[in-house]
Structure formats: C-alpha cells, structure tokens
C-alpha cells in the first residue's frame, strides 16, 4: 500500500516537473546576444527537475517490482524507516520555513538552512563538514548568479 502512494506522488513530481519544465520554455530564449537572460535559470532548474524525477520514478518503479518478486518468494520485506516515510512532509515544511525566513533572515542565512535541510533530508548526518560545505558552495553559486549574471538584488539580513 505504502509503496503505491510512494509511487503516485513520485509521478504527480514528474509530471509538475514537465509542467514546470513547459512554462520555463515559455519564457523566452536562455541565449541572447552571448548573455544568459532571466529565462535560462527556470529552464535550467526546470531541465534537472525533469531528469531527477525521472529517475526517482524507475527507482520507486524498480522498488515495486522487487517487492512484488519479494512477496511472490515469501521473504519478508525490510520496513521503510520514519524519516523515508516522512521525507514529502519534510521537504514541504521546509520549502514554507524557506519562504518565512527569506525576507527576515535574509539570501544566505535562510537559503543556507535550507539547503542544508533538504541535503539531511535526503541522507543522513553522516559527513556533515562535507554537507555544510556542499551547502555554503550551492548558496555562492545561486548568490553568483542571481546577483552577479541577472543583476538582482537579493534580500540581506533582516531585510
């Protein structure tokens, strides 16, 4: 049962990453002469939502069939753990704490936790140096590009 509503909500991610995907398209060309131009962010972002999706959708596809190979040969199956279960629930409240601290704790402080939270949730506290430096790189380079390339103004603390 478990794995059936994994399985939904692996397809209903693919299929808002090709809708974002789409409306990226949209937007314009990435390119125009020899500069990146706003629309080259949505449509890289969109690009790599399509491709992670997919591939988690014929993991939890593979999964499905081992379970079923699993059951037909009477082995028991492996439970999930809590944090697996609950991983949908923690992105979302982490995308809604991300909002909530944006304006008040400003581009890195917030996108900083952020980061770092969805990289713990996918993985575990193992090699947290690695993923603290992981999370400050990624952090630079959004900074980079958005203030640097595009030339927006991201929030600093406390507004």
């Not at 080259?40 to 081992?66: C, D, M, N, R, W």
């Not at 999930?80 to 409240?93: G, R």
């Not at 770092?116 to 993985?123: G, K, N, T």
């Amino acid at each position: 049962m478990l794995l059936n509503k994994r399985f939904a909500f692996q397809f209903l991610v693919f299929l808002f990453s090709v809708g974002y995907l789409l409306t990226a398209v949209n937007l314009g060309m990435p390119l125009s002469n020899n500069r990146l131009e706003p629309s080259f962010f949505p449509l890289l972002v969109g690009f790599f939502a399509v491709i992670f999706s997919t591939v988690l959708l014929f993991k939890e596809i593979v999964l499905i069939k081992q379970k079923i190979k699993f059951s037909q040969s009477g082995k028991e199956e492996k439970k999930m753990s809590n944090k697996t279960e609950y991983a949908p629930l923690l992105i979302i409240l982490s995308i809604f704490l991300y909002i909530l601290a944006f304006s008040i704790a400003g581009y890195f402080i917030s996108s900083f936790l952020f980061v770092l939270s969805i990289i713990v949730i996918f993985s575990s506290l193992e090699k947290i140096i690695q993923k603290l430096l992981i999370s400050i790189t990624i952090v630079f380079v959004g900074y980079l590009l958005f203030e640097q390339i595009f030339g927006v103004r991201l929030p600093a603390l406390w507004g």
